[in-house]
T-cell receptor
Framework: AQSVAQPEDQVNVAEGNPLTVKCTYS??????LFWYVQYPNRGLQFLLK??????LVKGSYGFEAEFNKSQTSFHLKKPSALVSDSALYFC?????????????FGTGTRLTVIP | DTAVSQTPKYLVTQMGNDKSIKCEQN?????MYWYKQDSKKFLKIMFS???????INETVPNRFSPKSPDKAHLNLHINSLELGDSAVYFC???????????????FGPGTRLTVT
């Protein structure tokens, strides 16, 4: 079984401060991990993914995420938050062993960057 | 050019009606998906098609029937609509089925379905 947990429904951060959006996952094998962002009334946009190799993955708009196998986590980070980063963020996982590209999404974390 | 498009953007209808949502992608992708996002923003896959063939059919009532006339289109037909069907439905596509490759998915803008 595959699942993703995003323990925080809401994260507030001041503009210019570092931000972290948390994600933990559960798969029977090794994971592929993804972060997506959803702006109001829009579809999801891909930010970054972890496949293999370097545990620190860099993505769009200055975001990065760190894969931690021992803690089964894939937290999203950004050194300096912008007001325009305010959106809904989804973590997703896929078990490498499955043939289908079936992503399991977390429940989302709403990020609000305060000017 | 819009990569993944859906029509209509909004759909308001009464219980018991039958409705369809259309999806088209111009990315040349082989695989397309339908997701349902409920009022709490929880996103769950419904169907996955690869080259017009059904690959995934999650626990979705058989009132929902996907149709893929070609690999650029995946339509969703819903019979006998119920109040609980109210949600935002997203279409997505990816280059392939994956296997050992982690393809990201490209999402459409969503169709907000309201059943009254």
């Amino acid at each position: 079984a595959q699942s993703v947990a995003q323990p925080e429904d809401q994260v507030n951060v001041a503009e210019g401060n570092p931000l972290t959006v948390k994600c933990t996952y559960s798969v029977s094998g090794n994971p592929y991990l993804f972060w997506y962002v959803q702006y109001p009334n829009r579809g999801l946009q891909f930010l970054l993914k972890y496949i293999t190799g370097d545990n620190l993955v860099k993505g769009s708009y200055g975001f990065e995420a760190e894969f931690n196998k021992s803690q089964t986590s894939f937290h999203l980070k950004k050194p300096s938050a912008l007001v325009s980063d305010s959106a809904l963020y989804f973590c997703a996982v896929r078990d490498r062993q499955t043939g289908a590209n079936n992503l399991f999404f977390g429940t989302g974390t709403r990020l609000t960057v305060i000017p | 050019d819009t990569a993944v498009s859906q029509t209509p953007k909004y759909l308001v209808t009464q219980m018991g009606n039958d409705k369809s949502i259309k999806c088209e992608q111009n990315l040349g992708h082989d695989t397309m998906y339908w997701y349902k996002q409920d009022s709490k923003k929880f996103l769950k896959i419904m169907f996955s098609y690869n080259n017009k063939e059904l690959i995934i059919n999650e626990t979705v009532p058989n009132r929902f029937s996907p149709k893929s006339p070609d690999k650029a289109h995946l339509n969703l037909h819903i019979n006998s609509l119920e109040l609980g069907d109210s949600a935002v439905y997203f279409c997505a596509s990816s280059p392939g089925l994956a296997g050992g490759v982690a393809y990201e998915q490209y999402f459409g803008p969503g169709t907000r379905l309201t059943v009254t």
